[in-house]
């Protein structure tokens, strides 16, 4: 597996990272618990060594899960999790909204350290900000808990240029995660250029469209209960039908490039800037071996353009998010 640098930070990490969320939460059902650490496990096998994680991911499972997976290669890998959630102290497991509190991210921290059985988070994201914290309340949080050796690296998730701007001020912000890929462009008019000028990486989460890019969600496709895509707007049967050309799109060009639309999605990203760090998540061994053939795979300028400029003709139908969801967009 390839290297990459997030930004100017210094910190290396495999070219293709593993987003672990659907592995507890979002896509349905929980997997199987040892099915889950040996694809963990066969992920470092095959050099990835970025590993994304939260407390809010199957409320706190999936942190446990990451944990124990990885605990046999402590100081071979890097560790990413967030704060920012609100628990709800009746219901375990929902949450209430957002709290980015200096002493919650302090309780969230040392609950992670103690989940993650290190002691110290390599990367540490703000999940989402906090329009009741001020952004440079929580930068300094962090920078204190960098002093104290709890964590390594500070990074914000979906967060606005401003945001970035103002904490970065406070404490040097090591990568931003956001939703970005071929179909989820938002952030080259402002972010990228900010982030490029600033040092930062990125660091993609849903880098294939929540499996859409790929193309194997039809306008008629039916999900599980408890996946994310039942109540996502840009999923609705309507918006799918409506979006089904910018999948065949993808589609075509990796046949054409003799490679999977996975790996045309993340090759697209990689050769994009070389401080972007997707991050797929997937529960199949298989499809580890298949996203990692995407480091593999050039696009050359006019190629590159071609793939832009089709795109920029399809307009993308649907909300990422359900309206309910908005307050929590991180903006």
Not at 123 to 146: K, M, S
Not at 222 to 242: I, L, Q, W, Y
Request: some cysteine; hydrophobic content about 40%; glycine content about 10%.
């Amino acid at each position: 597996m390839q290297k990459r640098k997030l930004g100017n930070s210094g910190l290396e990490v495999s070219a293709l990272g593993l987003g672990c969320m659907g592995m507890s939460s979002g896509f349905g059902p929980p997997s199987d618990r040892a099915e889950m650490i040996k694809v963990i496990r066969k992920a470092v096998e095959l050099g990835y060594t970025f590993f994304d994680t939260a407390e809010v991911y199957g409320a706190y499972h999936n942190e446990i899960l990451v944990g124990e997976a990885l605990e046999p290669f402590k100081g071979k890998v890097t560790i990413a999790t967030k704060f920012g959630f609100e628990p709800d102290p009746v219901q375990g497991g929902a949450w209430m909204g957002l709290n980015s509190k200096p002493q919650h991210i302090r309780e969230v921290v040392e609950g992670s350290l103690k989940r993650l059985r290190v002691d110290a988070i390599d990367l540490l994201y703000q999940h989402r900000v906090d329009p009741n914290t001020p952004i440079e309340d929580v930068a300094g949080t962090v920078r204190d808990l960098i002093a104290e050796g709890k964590v390594k690296h500070f990074g914000l998730s979906e967060a606005s240029a401003e945001s970035i701007r103002r904490a970065h001020a406070v404490q040097p912000v090591t990568a931003l995660q956001s939703e970005y890929s071929l179909w989820f462009r938002e952030l080259e008019v402002e972010i990228l250029p900010l982030l490029e000028l600033l040092g930062i990486g990125l660091v993609p989460f849903a880098p294939l469209g929540k499996g859409f890019l790929t193309g194997t969600v039809k306008a008629d496709a039916k999900f599980a209960e408890g996946d994310f895509r039942n109540v996502s707007p840009r999923f609705a049967e309507e918006a799918r039908a409506s979006n089904q050309a910018i999948a065949d799109f993808v589609v075509a060009r990796a046949t054409r490039k003799g490679v999977t639309p996975a790996q045309m999605a993340l090759a697209w990203l990689l050769n994009e800037k070389p401080w972007i760090v997707p991050i797929p998540g997937t529960r199949n061994v298989a499809r580890l071996t298949e996203n990692l053939g995407a480091t593999k795979v050039n696009l050359s300028p006019s190629e590159a353009a071609e793939i832009r400029k089709t795109m920029e003709s399809h307009a993308v139908t649907g909300d990422r998010y359900p309206s309910a969801f908005k307050k929590l967009s991180g903006r």
